[in-house]
């Protein structure tokens, strides 16, 4: 059964419907969480959340574009609210003579293996919160930086200052971590 | 499956599965009971609807058939007295009801007339 018939049968408690579904993104939705939140609780928390909400609004579901972005929106969005009710960490500075450049780092060929997949988690992890968010969303969402700074509520120069950030840290820790 | 997706695909506990079906058992009723509700006001609007054509069809058909008696007993009788149904209104209501097409009931106006 397609994802489309399933969110139908969802709509209407059909609970076959849901383990279907569920069985099928729950991995994507908690990974997806973790790489936002970090924090295994924070992030079990907004994985049951998102499920809440999934079959909450289910019956208002409309067909646009895949049945799996509206599900990795509801996540996004879901943990986007968590942070921005607890208050951001990281002050964000937008110094304009810092020098903007895309860096070197592919973090799509970082994925070629486990090991490294792994390691780019954990480096993820340690990034700050600001900057995580921003590297998840372009990464996940494969979002425009206008995307990511709507969804950060920064302006775009501010974006471009935490990717390059982000990158700028993944890569070192990356290079410490090899 | 995407290379992305297993970047952020993460094992989740069974702890942690339970936990949400548990949480999610209300929302699944609440969508059962609505759609159960929604199609049972669907249904009640088809039998009422159903029920209202089958009385209004059987007395369409009924002074349909008094109107063909009276005619033939007495050609110049008011044939809607009795009902207190004029002609028009039993045009509109046979139409309605596809009972009669146009082509007979023009008959029976001209014959009314």
């Known amino acids: 059964m397609d994802d489309e018939a399933l969110i139908k049968k969802i709509a209407k408690g059909d609970s076959q419907a849901f383990e279907s579904l569920f069985q099928k993104y729950k991995a994507l939705v908690y990974g997806f ?13 907004n994985a049951q959340e998102t499920w809440m909400k999934i079959v909450q609004y289910a019956p208002q579901y409309q067909e646009q574009g895949s049945l799996k972005s509206w599900i990795m929106t509801v996540t ?9 009710k607890r208050g951001w960490e990281e002050e964000l500075s937008e110094d304009s003579s810092e020098q903007i450049e895309d860096s070197s780092l592919d973090l799509v060929s970082m994925m070629e293996n486990q090991e490294t ?25 494969e979002k425009s930086y206008e995307e990511i700074a709507e969804d950060l509520q920064v302006n775009l120069n501010a974006v471009k200052v935490l990717l390059f950030r982000a990158k700028q840290g993944l890569l070192k820790m990356m290079k410490e971590d090899l | 499956m995407k290379k992305k997706d297993l970047f952020f695909q993460e094992q989740t506990s069974p702890g942690h599965d339970e936990k949400i079906h548990r949480a999610v058992q209300e929302n699944l009723l609440r969508n059962k009971q609505i759609a159960g509700s929604e199609k049972q006001s669907w249904s009640s609007f088809w039998s009422i609807k159903t029920w209202g054509f089958s009385t209004a069809a059987i007395v369409a058909v009924a002074s349909y ?3 063909q008696r009276n005619k033939s007993e007495n050609p110049d009788i008011l044939a809607f007295a009795d009902l207190e149904m004029t002609s028009e209104d039993v045009e509109i209501l046979a139409m309605d009801l596809d009972i009669i097409d146009d082509l007979e009931m023009l008959e029976l106006m001209e014959e009314e007339s």
């Open chain 1, 33 to 45: 969480s973790r790489r936002l939140l970090v924090s295994e609780s924070l992030a079990e928390d």
């Open chain 1, 76 to 84: 996004k969005n879901t943990a986007l609210n968590t942070l921005r």
């Open chain 1, 117 to 141: 997949m792994e390691k780019l988690k954990r480096s993820l992890d340690e990034l700050p919160e600001r900057q995580r968010l921003a590297v998840v969303l372009w990464m996940q969402e």
């Open chain 2, 65 to 67: 058939f008094i109107l």
